[in-house]
């Protein structure tokens, strides 16, 4: 997933914020744990690749796993990817660093025990975990528009537990901080249930991991958001794996061009098994790209989307879009002090800029379609797996991202 920003905290009033807790906790009479596990309702011990310090390499360590509270699950992660939003924590540019921490969001694995008030979800299911979830209960969750719940949307800043504001991590009774309510890189995490999509279980963990955030984002940004029609041009700024999946959404969808727009040419080729039949790397030209692109579109793309957070590229993404029906949609997150400077005639002469977070997916609601999507052959995922590792060499994984190389990194836990 693209790098996101503390600016996306949960931005809701105190009183309605606890509300909703409230309403989550109330929710259902019967107050019991729910597990087959000898476990439940006890502390257990679990490997984590442990964040001591910012951009400091992370150490395998044993930590405690305290059991889930209401609306709490513990899962036992099976596999879980690497995404760039991890990266820009640990290296804690831009925001106040929050050490130590479990990082790690994009997974999937099996519910091991569940805390009171959990209905809909039970030990043994599949689930995917996301860094934004779904209550059910607030206006955003019950409006078909918006999955931005304001219970639980992403926010960055948070090491603890929404229900008690405590962390279920701890190491010599040393409080671990948790990161996007998920904390993948761990064998086991706790997460609030609404953050957490139950799958088709006999759809395979190594594969359907990588729903659960980045391609899920570029993918959704496209067929929810952008939704060019059959026969349309479309352009992609970024060609790492959130761009890609923006580029299949595409694809799927019936474009006939598909632009790529990178600054590394070597990314061209590998784009092409993602629909991209076109390719623009602005350092080839003394113009601005939105002006070639125009050119090459006779005024325009129908669609872009701009998946690299660059404020520029965002601009680009914009312009270039043909006035009358153009939409740009934005996908990538700036850092917090970025403006985005347009004439306003462009918007006047009728184009319309969007933003989304997660492709505008409900976590619950929506995920486990994806994954059905791909168990009935109509999405790939294998081709934005270029890497797999065993957890001991998860800080390879960050080598490789940090390099460029390779689209998603699967590290199992279980090896």
């Not at 596999?79 to 760039?84: A, G, Q």
């Not at 931005?148 to 960055?156: V, Y």
């Not at 603890?160 to 995490?189: C, W």
């Not at 029609?229 to 061009?257: C, D, M, P, Q, Y």
């Amino acid at each position: 997933m693209h790098k996101m920003h503390k600016s996306f905290r949960t931005l809701v009033h105190n009183d309605h914020f606890l509300k909703l807790l409230n309403n989550q906790k109330s929710r259902f009479l019967r107050p019991e744990l729910y597990s087959t596990s000898a476990h439940a309702g006890r502390a257990i011990t679990s490997k984590a690749a442990v964040a001591w310090e910012a951009g400091k390499p992370l150490v395998i360590e044993k930590v405690e796993v305290g059991p889930p509270q209401a609306n709490e699950v513990r899962v036992q992660i099976k596999y879980t990817s690497l995404c760039h939003t991890d990266i820009y924590f640990w290296e804690a540019k831009g925001q106040t660093p929050l050490f130590p921490r479990i990082f790690g969001h994009e997974a999937a694995g099996v519910i091991e025990s569940v805390g009171e008030g959990v209905k809909n979800l039970k030990p043994g299911d599949h689930v995917l975990p996301v860094f934004t979830g779904e209550c059910g209960d607030c206006p955003h969750c019950k409006s078909e528009e918006s999955n931005m719940c304001e219970l639980l949307r992403i926010n960055c800043d948070r090491g603890v537990m929404i229900g008690d504001g405590k962390a279920r991590f701890s190491q010599n009774g040393t409080p671990i901080n948790h990161f996007l309510g998920t904390s993948t890189f761990s064998e086991y995490t706790v997460i609030h249930e609404g953050c957490l999509a139950k799958i088709d279980p006999k759809a395979p963990l190594d594969k359907v991991c990588i729903l659960s955030c980045g391609v899920s984002t570029g993918l959704g940004a496209t067929l929810k958001v952008a939704k060019p029609k059959k026969g349309s041009s479309v352009a992609i700024f970024g060609l790492g794996a959130v761009g890609l999946a923006a580029a299949e959404g595409a694809r799927i969808s019936g474009a006939s061009r598909i632009i790529g727009v990178d600054l590394n040419p070597n990314r061209f080729d590998q784009a092409k098994n993602f629909g991209v039949n076109e390719f623009v790397n602005p350092k080839d030209h003394n113009k601005p790209v939105q002006e070639v692109i125009a050119e090459m579109t006779d005024g325009g793309v129908d669609r872009s989307l701009e998946c690299t957070g660059n404020i520029n590229s965002m601009i680009s993404a914009f312009e270039c879009v043909h006035d009358g029906w153009g939409v740009a949609v934005l996908v990538g997150v700036p850092t917090k002090d970025a403006i985005f400077k347009t004439n306003p005639m462009k918007v006047l002469d009728e184009r319309t800029l969007k933003g989304t977070i997660f492709g505008n997916y409900k976590p619950r609601s929506d995920l486990p379609s994806l994954v059905d999507m791909y168990m009935n052959k109509k999405l790939e995922v294998e081709k934005f797996i270029t890497h797999q590792l065993p957890f001991s060499e998860i800080n390879r994984a960050f080598d490789l991202m940090l390099k460029g190389e390779g689209l998603r990194c699967v590290i199992s836990m279980e090896e």
